[in-house]
């Protein structure tokens, strides 16, 4: 990883067995979860105890599934010196709950070298605490994600040492009974040294809450589209450029409850307005602020969905090698960046 100019994300390598990379995520975002989170009414809403049964049947299948995932989130925990019910909880809020603050839009390049844009949309309360992650295990692919503190990676944008790239968008599915936290999915996913095993993987492990992932591979042609959640699974591949928000696109029964929020629409519109006007470049997409509706690069406080745009990723899938450029929310060139 090089960096590039001064950024205002953060950076931290993290190493080991599970439990000593999730307690050294958990140390580096302490002081912002106790800053951003504790007082924050989603964060009350999530680790509310009514939710206690259904966290405890998502921690018991994911520690049998995913135990490495599990350890992680232990050491989290400690990390964070917060009750491991907790921590829990918060990361699976997006099975608990339909309405939780996690945007994001996707632009989908195919080609000889597919491309994969992506804005990542959280909480502005994160601004100046969000981090990119260097997670260097002791069995398992090196990996590098945007990291939100208190939460795992894989549920955001990344990339592992076996060419795989993930971007993930928040699916606000309703009146699902999780039985796996989505998240504990996607960070499982960044263990999969091949782009067929990741799409095994979510065709088996969909019963939780919904997400979008956009999937590629170093040397292999196919940029990929999945929906899930719900217990359904949805694989599209991606033959013209497209763009994907917030809902649901191309999923079946899984959908048909799904929120789509006005943001979530408009970004959709607009996205498919400028790929329609031949506008190809992702990061051209990604920061336009035009339109009709709500922008896609969202940086006000006032937004109706308590989302703000804390990074843009570019990834370009060669042949060999996975080349990706990263900016936080208002810098013109990169701030971090592979080479």
Known sequence: MSEVMASELGRVTARGTPRQIGRTLGETGREAVRE????????????????????HLMAENL???????????????????????????????????????????????????????HNEDGLPGFRGYAMLADIIPDDGPALMSFCYPGSVPGHTFATN?????????NLRLRDVTAELPRMGVGRALLSCETLNDALRLLAQHNACGGFHMTLAQTGDPRLVSVEF?????????????????????????????????????DRQARGTEMLAEGVRAPLHILRDTGGAGLPVHRCHADD??????????????????????????ISDNPVLAST
């Not at 040492?161 to 968008?169: D, F, H, M, P």
């Not at 917030?246 to 048909?256: D, F, I, P, V, Y």
């Not at 109706?304 to 042949?319: H, M």
Request: proline share 5%; charged share 15%.
């Open 304 to 329: 109706p969905d308590n989302e703000n745009t804390l990074a843009s990723a570019v990834f370009r899938i060669g042949s060999s090698a996975v080349d990706w450029s990263v900016y936080d929310q």
């Open 63 to 117: 520690q049998a599934l995913f135990p490495a995932v599990w350890e992680e989130l232990q050491g989290l925990a400690e990390g964070l010196e917060l009750p491991l019910e907790q921590v829990l909880a918060w990361n699976c809020r997006g099975d608990l709950m339909s309405n939780v603050p996690d945007g994001c839009t996707t632009v989908q390049i195919p080609g000889d070298v597919p491309v994969i844009g």
């Open 229 to 265: 959640g719900g217990g359904d699974c949805s694989v599209k591949e991606i033959n013209a450029p497209a763009v994907h928000a917030n809902h649901a696109l191309h999923m079946g029964h899984g959908a048909k409850g799904q929120t789509i929020t006005a943001s979530s629409r």
């Open 161 to 169: 040492a076996a060419g795989l790239a993930q971007a993930v968008n």
């Open 36 to 55: 951003v989170l504790l007082g924050a009414e989603y964060w009350q809403a999530v680790t509310d105890p009514a939710h206690t049964g259904a966290v």
